[in-house]
């Protein structure tokens, strides 16, 4: 009963911007990290950025300095703003969620993916 929907990806040419959205929904009791991953065509799934429910916030090198990550935590709602994107940027990039669904119950969700191409 955990939805994880992301949205905000799309085209955009190399130096630019992009802001993605992730809204989890459902049977939630409480959402210790919400974070972003990406894949790219014939690369493995890599973390992208991570934010824990005490504002701690891990990023992947290859974005630190260029990629934000923020919460909204009355929306369950997590963010990614990304700037002066680069071609290998491009992947797919999902949402995940760490969710207690009850006091002892947990998983971590993960949505379908939104498209974000960088082109040069």
């Known amino acids: 009963q955990v939805q994880v929907v992301e949205s905000g990806g799309g085209l955009v040419q190399a130096g630019g911007s992009l802001r993605l959205s992730c809204q989890v929904s459902?049977?939630?009791?409480?959402?210790?990290?919400m974070g972003w991953a990406r894949q790219a065509p014939g690369n493995e799934r890599e973390l992208v950025a991570r934010?824990?429910?005490?504002?701690?916030?891990d990023y992947a090198d290859p974005v630190k300095g260029r990629f934000t990550i923020s919460r909204e935590n009355a929306k369950n709602t997590v963010y990614l703003q990304m700037n002066s994107l680069r071609p290998e940027d491009s992947a797919v990039y999902y949402c995940?969620?760490?969710?207690?669904?009850?006091?002892?119950?947990?998983?971590?969700?993960w949505g379908q993916g939104t498209q974000v191409t960088v082109s040069s």
């Open positions: 995940n969620a760490y969710v207690y669904t009850t006091i002892q119950a947990w998983d971590n969700y």
């Open positions: 934010i824990n429910s005490g504002g701690g916030i």
């Open positions: 459902g049977s939630i009791f409480s959402i210790v990290a």
